[in-house]
């Protein structure tokens, strides 16, 4: 079985489990008090009504070049990619947490890349106050459904992304934006900005090597460049169904391969 069958496997696994798994609270964010980490996975957040856009994204990057030189720009155009298999978010009781996972291209599965970021935990939202994405109407002082008082704050520590297959060889350092903690990531429900789903959303700029600079990015002046996390979040582990489903699917692919 390939790595990246068992990817595949592991991507149907978390589909199972957004629909099995009943939304959760933002109390469940306050793993670091219990005697356990928590684990959430992590998938794109596409919009709904109560941002009324079009995103469909786990991170926007929008710098890589198009083949002619100009740069992608565009949810269509190369610029978003998704977790495949679902990213994980791991919060830990000391208030640290990790996202990791590797991202793909929505135009090309070539274009791909691990992603390992570090956050910590801090006392509410930074300087720059709520990053508040959604449409007015969707916040609880006009009367919608989303209630800002209830999110978690986390400051991104470190973070690298690293090239896979036609990114080989490109890296990048990722640090929180703006800085000074002025719009740390943002956890809860509504918090991704794009829906009214448990999520995270983070801004933050990235430092490439000489590697994407000379082939692949776009260079606005600089070697820094900036992007965006915006996913949707659902805990794990996995409900007993889900377990069964995932271990059908493998054991249907063994089958397989014992016929051939």
Known sequence: MTNRFL???ASAAAIVSTIAIAPASASILHAYSEEHSKSFFATSAVSDDLHGGNSNHSVWMPFFKNT???PLRGEAKGSAFHFDPAGVLTVNKDGHATLTGEIVSHVDDQFRATVDLKFRLREGPGTGGLKKELKSSAYVNK???IDPSS???FDLVSGKIVGEDELDGVSFDLKQRPHNSVFPAQV???ANGKNGNLGLAVWFYLTANDECVAQLCHVFGSKTYYG???LDLVETPLPAGALLFLTGLTGFSFARRARR
Request: proline residues 6%.
């Open 151 to 153: 999110w978690s704050y």
């Open 68 to 70: 002619n030189g100009s």
């Open 228 to 230: 965006d996390f915006n």
């Open 143 to 145: 009367g919608g459904p």
């Open 7 to 9: 990817a595949k496997l």
């Open 188 to 190: 809860g429900l509504g």
